[in-house]
């Protein structure tokens, strides 16, 4: 459906979107699943915030290998900034075992890259970001990391666990099988709302959030520039200046 944005809310109408797992994070999906296989052990467990419409994003992560779902799902919490989708995230994944988070390096409609780095920061847990490749130390201790820098460039960093990693690029994620698709509707997914994680309304959503969107605006249309050719020329050469795009030949 068309793209346009809701000035009442100052954001994009969503009303004719169809939602997908952002790009970034279903990378980061099929690396922890890759993890886990080569690991021989463990176990994946994917988090979400949103709505009831959140599942299907959710049972596509259980259909390429992961274990558990969990949907963050409360009208308190729309609305959020950076900041509290971090939080609220944050909370969550506080009462899950984990001993590695990965998560997309950004989302590619809001394209912020902030959450990642908060959900670290409430943690208490190292961050690196921008991450293309992962490998496990054999005592499962420790995660060895290359970067993403630019001009192609990659750095190495090495950090304790538990870790979080923001996925900038990895394995080509998987195409689930049909029989994959089929168990994944039949699993659950376990919801939680504020007073689950113990949060107050003024603290979640809009209501909690550090930074105001003041505008969006969709942007502006780039001028097209016709090409017209010289009206002294004869109607055969400007016919061929207009064929070729206002492309001269070489001469000589």
Known sequence: ???????STKSIDDRYLTYVVNPYDEIAVEEAVQLKESCGSGQVTVVSMGDSSAEKALRSCLAVG?????LLCDPAFSGPDSYISGAILAKAISFLDYDLILCGVRA???????????????????????VAKIEVSTDCRRVTVQRKLERGD???VEAELP??????????????????????QRKGIDYYDAA??????????????????LSVSPPKPKAR????????????????????????????
Do not use: C, W
């Open 1 to 7: 459906g068309p793209v346009s944005i809701d000035t």
């Open 225 to 252: 520039k016709l090409f017209a050719p010289d009206s002294s020329l004869s109607p055969a050469e400007r016919m061929r200046l207009l064929m070729s795009g206002g492309i001269q030949e070489k001469e000589g």
């Open 196 to 213: 689950a994680l113990g949060l107050l309304p003024d603290e979640v959503g809009s209501a909690g959030s550090k930074t105001t969107v």
């Open 154 to 156: 990659r750095e190495v």
């Open 108 to 130: 590619i409609d809001t394209n912020a890259g902030q959450v990642g780095a908060v959900v670290a920061e409430l943690l208490g847990i190292p961050l690196v970001s921008a």
């Open 66 to 70: 992961a274990d558990r779902a969990v």
């Open 163 to 184: 870790a979080l990693l923001t996925i900038e690029l990895g394995h080509k994620p998987r195409y689930p099988s049909l029989p994959s698709r089929l168990a994944a």
